[in-house]
């Protein structure tokens, strides 16, 4: 049974809010996100790269803001590529960014000029970020930007206690911790005909990844100047919650 774009995006929809149980303020991330991305590639037509893209959720409010974006769409879970694919129709690439060979499976042979991603790449353990992060830095063009929104601890515990307090008192203003959650999304999806295939798909991969790689900010910072970036530095943050920016 084909996966219809309809059905894609009600889905895509209801990840979208569910993820908001988390992330109270996630367009806001988008939106900044988005701005960087327009004011740095200076240009209506950018090639951008999402990486760990999910449903696409990032990728589209790109293309919404830039609608000649090229966006690539990196990431190896089949459900999530499958909505994106039929709801928004990017290109996509299915592989693991813990595998060094994801960068060869892109289909491109030009300078990217931004890589994003957001609430993904804290699944790696810091020498696999490393790694990825070195990638990118080869992919950039000079000028280009590397986008990454995400939870990044601080190495003072006293810091990140009180930027958990203030990421839980926005949960609780905003009234979203009785939203549907991640574990809930993913059991109703299994029922969905349309996605049988790919939710088989899933089960038979059945790959593992931390909750947590262990990477905090400030490590962060300097893995991306290690990378080569040439400017590295936070754009936005609320709490733990921060978007990093890194100019090749």
Same mark, same amino acid.
């Given at each position: 049974?084909?996966l219809t774009?309809?059905?894609?995006?009600?889905?895509?929809?209801?990840?979208?809010?569910?993820?908001?149980?988390?992330l109270?303020?996630?367009?806001?991330?988008?939106?900044?996100?988005?701005?960087?991305?327009?004011?740095?590639?200076?240009?209506?037509?950018?090639l951008?790269?999402?990486?760990a893209?999910?449903?696409?959720?990032?990728?589209?409010r790109?293309?919404?803001?830039?609608p000649?974006?090229?966006?690539?769409?990196?990431?190896?879970?089949?459900?999530l590529?499958?909505?994106a694919?039929s709801?928004?129709?990017?290109?996509?690439?299915d +592989?693991?960014l813990?595998?060094?060979?994801w960068?060869?499976?892109?289909?491109?042979?030009e300078?990217? &000029?931004?890589?994003?991603?957001?609430?993904?790449? +804290?699944w790696?353990?810091?020498?696999?970020?490393?790694r990825?992060?070195a990638?990118?830095a080869?992919?950039?063009r000079?000028?280009?930007?590397?986008?990454?929104? &995400?939870d990044m601890?601080?190495?003072?515990?006293?810091?990140?206690l009180?930027?958990?307090?203030?990421?839980?008192?926005?949960?609780?203003?905003?009234?979203?911790? &009785?939203?549907?959650?991640?574990?809930?999304?993913?059991?109703?999806?299994?029922?969905?005909?349309?996605?049988?295939?790919?939710?088989?798909?899933?089960?038979?991969r059945?790959?593992? +990844?931390p909750?947590?790689?262990?990477t905090?900010?400030?490590? +962060?910072?300097?893995?991306l100047?290690?990378?080569?970036f040439?400017?590295?530095?936070?754009?936005?943050q609320?709490?733990?919650?921060?978007?990093?920016?890194a100019?090749?």
């Amino acid at each position: 049974m084909q996966l219809t774009t309809a059905t894609a995006r009600t889905w895509i929809e209801r990840w979208d809010r569910q993820q908001e149980r988390y992330l109270p303020d996630r367009e806001t991330v988008f939106a900044v996100i988005a701005d960087a991305v327009v004011a740095q590639t200076g240009r209506p037509d950018p090639l951008v790269i999402d990486l760990a893209c999910g449903p696409g959720s990032l990728g589209a409010r790109i293309r919404d803001r830039l609608p000649r974006a090229r966006v690539i769409g990196v990431d190896t879970d089949p459900v999530l590529l499958a909505l994106a694919d039929s709801a928004y129709g990017f290109e996509l690439v299915d +592989h693991n960014l813990t595998d060094p060979t994801w960068i060869a499976a892109l289909p491109i042979s030009e300078p990217v &000029d931004a890589i994003v991603s957001t609430t993904a790449l +804290h699944w790696l353990y810091p020498d696999q970020l490393a790694r990825v992060y070195a990638q990118a830095a080869s992919l950039i063009r000079p000028g280009g930007i590397l986008i990454n929104g &995400d939870d990044m601890v601080t190495v003072d515990a006293d810091i990140d206690l009180l930027e958990r307090a203030i990421g839980s008192g926005q949960i609780d203003r905003e009234g979203v911790g &009785d939203r549907e959650d991640w574990a809930q999304w993913w059991t109703a999806i299994t029922d969905e005909p349309q996605l049988a295939a790919a939710v088989a798909e899933r089960d038979n991969r059945a790959w593992e +990844h931390p909750a947590d790689g262990g990477t905090g900010y400030e490590q +962060h910072l300097n893995l991306l100047r290690e990378a080569g970036f040439r400017t590295v530095s936070p754009i936005w943050q609320y709490g733990r919650r921060r978007i990093v920016a890194a100019v090749r």
